[in-house]
Nanobody, 129 residues
Framework: QFQLEERGGGEVQPGGSLRLSCAAS????????IGWFRQSTGTGQEREGI??????????KYSDSVKGRFTVSRDSAKNTVYLQMNDLKPEDTGVYYC????????????????????WGRGTRVTVSS
């Protein structure tokens, strides 16, 4: 069975932290680019690429909105990718998804939804006081 499963979402106050995980079954994450995407609440919101990592060379990309606060990493032994989110803000609220893409530099630099497939079901993050 091929699937991705995101975990670690929850409700946190502004300034707090969460660590999301993306665990793969049936896929070897060492052969993919993995993207983290956020879909904010509200009708018609698109999934924004917020962080991508190329498992082949470890290169990463962050959106300007999360740069300096979020860190993407991977654990090959656990076949899992993580997203450490610090200094969370209300605008970070949304559903977070991980997805797989081709491990090419252009895929990482763009970190765009169009280049990713095999999506997980998402995990919800709420940042509120």
């Amino acid at each position: 069975q091929f699937q991705l499963e995101e975990r670690g979402g929850g409700e946190v106050q502004p300034g707090g932290s969460l660590r999301l995980s993306c665990a793969a079954s049936g896929y070897d994450l060492d052969t993919f680019a993995i993207g983290w995407f956020r879909q904010s609440t509200g009708t018609g919101q698109e999934r924004e690429g917020i962080s991508c990592i190329n498992s082949r060379d470890g290169s990463t990309k962050y959106s300007d909105s999360v740069k300096g606060r979020f860190t993407v990493s991977r654990d090959s032994a656990k076949n899992t990718v993580y997203l450490q989110m610090n200094d969370l803000k209300p605008e970070d609220t949304g559903v977070y998804y991980c997805a797989l893409g081709s491990p090419h530099p252009a895929t990482i630099q763009a970190c765009a939804r169009r280049d990713f497939a095999s999506w997980g079901r998402g995990t919800r993050v709420t940042v509120s006081s």
